[in-house]
């Protein structure tokens, strides 16, 4: 995906950061929270739980056991964390504001709780905010992903537009990581809508040295080429758009281009 595409952990997926994902959760946890475990653990049951609903979009069975869990320990920043990202789903955003909130003040030092907050606050179009959480991750010494922060304000500026600032957070992602797929991709669109076809042919081709192609990045490739006047390369890329990723949005917008040049 290209603006849009959010980085909460190291090479992390959409969805939950690292710090959240669960453990394998059984029946006979979920009963150790009704006889027997103590309020801490029962919190860490009841957050596994939480989060699989929330990976699952059960979103208000998420809720109900994630609120569960502060209650039971209301110094565990991981469950307020998780709770935050419920709340921000269903569009509650003051009360995840104020779960992220409140696991930073249990968590002070945790680069990626700050990540994922940078994240939230420019989700809510307060850019300025976020790029100030997303430096001081970054600045961390033990952050071992500096990377994933420098994308995300990246990314951040990308959707404002501001493509200069863009490209400034997203060059110092690939200065800290030079085969950092996502930060090569991104890079690749920016400097693309830049105007720069012929920069942003370098970074696409760096990132498919470390990286499987998506359609994103082959329609990309479909344009900028296009762009270049290489009409064969521009048609390699959309044929193996149309081959690997035939049910794509990509993929049917190059069939259309394709018919509509005929």
């Known amino acids: 995906m290209m603006p849009g595409r959010w980085y909460c952990v190291g090479l992390a997926a959409l969805a939950v950061a690292a710090l959240l994902l669960a453990g394998c959760v059984t029946t ?3 009963q150790r929270t009704r006889a027997g475990a103590s309020d801490e653990e029962a919190a860490r049951i009841n957050t596994d739980l939480g989060i ?8 208000e069975m998420a809720v109900e ?4 869990a502060v209650v039971q320990d209301p110094r565990y920043p991981r469950a307020r964390v998780a709770l935050a990202m419920v709340y921000e789903a269903l569009g509650e955003y003051d009360e995840a504001e104020d779960s992220f909130r409140r696991a930073m003040r249990l968590d002070r030092r945790n680069a990626g709780l700050l990540n994922s907050y940078g994240v939230f606050l420019c989700r809510q179009n307060r850019q ?36 200069e600032g863009a490209e ?5 992602a690939v200065q800290r990581n030079p085969r950092y797929p ?15 076809a012929m920069a942003a042919r370098a970074f696409l081709q760096r990132y498919l ?14 344009r900028l080429e296009t762009a270049l006047g290489d009409r064969s390369a521009a048609r390699d890329h959309g044929e193996k758009l149309a081959s690997e990723f035939p049910d794509s949005e990509q993929a049917q917008s190059w069939q259309q281009g394709e018919h509509d040049g005929n």
């Open 28 to 30: 006979g946890d979920e």
């Open 168 to 172: 400034q957070w997203l060059r110092r």
């Open 182 to 196: 996502e930060a090569l991709l991104q890079l690749a669109g920016v400097t693309y809508e830049r105007d720069n």
């Open 209 to 222: 040295e470390v990286s499987e192609p998506t359609p994103e990045a082959l329609w990309l490739g479909v």
């Open 52 to 59: 699989q609903y929330m990976q699952q979009e059960r979103l």
């Open 65 to 68: 056991r994630l609120e569960r």
């Open 128 to 163: 300025d905010e976020a790029l100030q959480y997303f430096e001081r991750a970054a600045d961390d010494t033990r952050y071992r992903t500096p990377e994933v922060a420098f994308t995300n304000a990246g990314v951040c500026l990308r959707q404002v537009p501001d493509l």
